[in-house]
């Protein structure tokens, strides 16, 4: 039952290899029922806009892998948040390493960063985004 599942992004580790070709390690946690499966890893392939996309975009190899009903959308709300709401650029932060109220961005050297996320989640149910109250 898709309802009452939350996915909690924790960080996104963009690297760059040599050719260029950008990926992202994407590491969440899942929640259902207030039972939190934690240490979730995904792995990403990055693309940059193009003539059907505006922004960057992401590709999971596999998404039903996770058995996680909604992720594909959980992925998509993602990538428009961090894309288009933040107006990120991989290729960007990996050159310049850009400071921004909202993200904590560690750059790696010139090859990787890390962009974590304030403590939100994804409700599948309200397919949005919510900061978590403290």
Not at 80 to 101: G, I, R, T
């Amino acid at each position: 039952m898709p309802a009452f599942i939350k996915l909690h992004p924790h960080s996104l580790v963009f690297n760059q290899s040599p050719s260029g070709d950008c990926t992202a390690d994407l590491s969440f946690s899942i929640e259902q029922y207030g039972l939190m499966v934690r240490d979730c890893m995904v792995k990403l392939q990055l693309y940059p806009p193009n003539q059907f996309h505006s922004h960057w975009w992401m590709v999971c190899e596999d998404p039903a892998q996770l058995k996680v009903p909604g992720f594909a959308v959980f992925l998509r709300s993602l990538e428009k948040y961090v894309f288009s709401n933040l107006q990120f650029s991989p290729q960007d932060a990996l050159m310049q390493s850009p400071e921004s109220a909202n993200l904590r961005l560690v750059s790696g050297g010139n090859a990787s960063c890390e962009l974590f996320f304030e403590k939100m989640y994804f409700d599948i149910h309200q397919v949005a985004f919510h900061l978590e109250a403290t």
